[in-house]
């Protein structure tokens, strides 16, 4: 046993909120605002894939090492150190209570992730990227967690992190607690209750974001007055209503709603100073062809959302797909997006390796 690696593989799908988290009510436990509720990507678009492997003959000197599309990366930073401390004491307490188990927790971690999209670019790469390292380590101490209970350390990560631990449509409950042991994710509906939703990304721009999620709702916390209104009144409000369209099975509601919503997060960053904008012309184009073709139809069939990054997610259900393709096409064609992540369907959960 002294030569060996263990190893660990995964692959974790981005989410894509929308009932959007932005600001922290405590910062180093990543503890939010207001409650969010994504939608949880296919795997075979948009996903990190994720090899976590540890062994004795590593060297100590060395420590945890991360590589991340090939290039070394600190996993010194905070936010890593969280995960890998909750990842550690957790196998320790599994080695204390079963003695003759390896005692993988002391030694280092190398881990290898890849994304299969632009990192940073506000395609949620963190919240793929963190999901995807602690259910690889998760995997390879052979945790016993439920993915609700990772989601608590993924969580520490990146926020939306813990949302991309389960699959289908997924709340990230804000939670109560000064020590935010009920900050985590919850299952609101299994992508098999509702099968034919669709995403679609339009991408605006592959390039880094200038603001960093991070700092920019520490800045909208800071200065903007629209914020509270929407952490206190609106978000509760669309988060219940959103529940309920998606247990309706009910697009219209889930459409209106998502965009609503996105409004009303890149409103914020509009109101906080200075000023944060990540919306481009393409984003506006693409939501003004979005409009266009649900008052065409004559009924909400495609809904926008936009993160942290100009980038257009467009949801709609399979049955729509020519109108919605059709229109969208559009914006190919006249060069506005770089490229379109086909219609992907959504993810059922996260399976170790
Ligand atoms: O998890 P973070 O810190 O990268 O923040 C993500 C924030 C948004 O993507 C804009 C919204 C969300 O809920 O995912």
């Excluded at 009932?19 to 180093?28: A, F, L, N, T």
């Excluded at 999620?213 to 978000?235: C, D, H, I, N, P």
Aim: charged residues 20%; aromatic residues 6%.
């Amino acid at each position: 046993a002294e030569n060996k690696i263990y190893r660990a593989s995964t692959t974790a799908p981005v989410n894509i909120a929308v009932i959007k988290y932005w600001g922290k009510r405590d910062p180093h436990l990543n503890l939010p605002t207001n409650s969010s509720l994504s939608v949880t990507l296919s795997q075979s678009d948009l996903r990190t894939h994720t090899t976590a492997s540890c062994s004795p003959t590593y060297p100590p000197a060395e420590g945890d090492t991360l590589l991340l599309n090939s290039h070394p990366q600190s996993l010194s930073t905070p936010r890593s150190l969280a995960c890998l401390t909750s990842l550690r004491s957790l196998r320790r307490s599994l080695e204390s209570a079963n003695p003759s188990l390896p005692p993988l927790s002391s030694y280092p971690l190398h881990i290898i992730s890849t994304n299969n999209f632009p990192t940073a670019a506000g395609l949620a790469s963190s919240a793929a990227g963190f999901a995807a390292l602690v259910r690889a380590i998760a995997d390879l101490y052979t945790l016993p967690q439920s993915p609700e209970e990772l989601s608590l350390i993924a969580r520490q990560g990146s926020g939306s992190a813990c949302r991309s631990l389960l699959g289908g449509y997924v709340a990230w409950d804000a939670g109560h607690k000064g020590d935010g042991s009920d900050s985590r994710a919850r299952l609101v509906a299994p992508r098999s209750h509702w099968p034919e939703m669709r995403a679609m990304i339009l991408v605006a721009s592959a390039m880094k974001k200038d603001v960093s999620s991070t700092s920019g709702m520490q800045a909208t916390v800071a200065t903007s007055s629209l914020f509270r209104t929407r952490a206190e009144v609106v978000v509760p409000r669309e988060m219940a209503a959103m529940e309920k369209a998606i247990e309706g099975r009910d697009f219209e509601g889930f459409g209106k709603i998502a965009m609503r919503e996105s409004n009303s997060f890149h409103a914020c960053c509009l109101d906080t100073e200075p000023p944060i904008r990540y919306l481009n012309d393409v984003s506006w184009a693409a939501m003004q062809l979005v409009q266009g073709v649900n008052e065409k139809v004559g009924r909400v069939v495609a809904a926008y959302t936009f993160d942290a990054g100009p980038n257009c997610v467009v949801y709609f259900l399979e049955g729509d797909r020519r109108e919605v393709v059709g229109c969208l096409a559009g914006c190919l064609k006249e060069g506005l997006v770089e490229r379109v992540e086909g219609g992907v369907e959504l993810e059922d959960g996260l399976e170790g390796a």
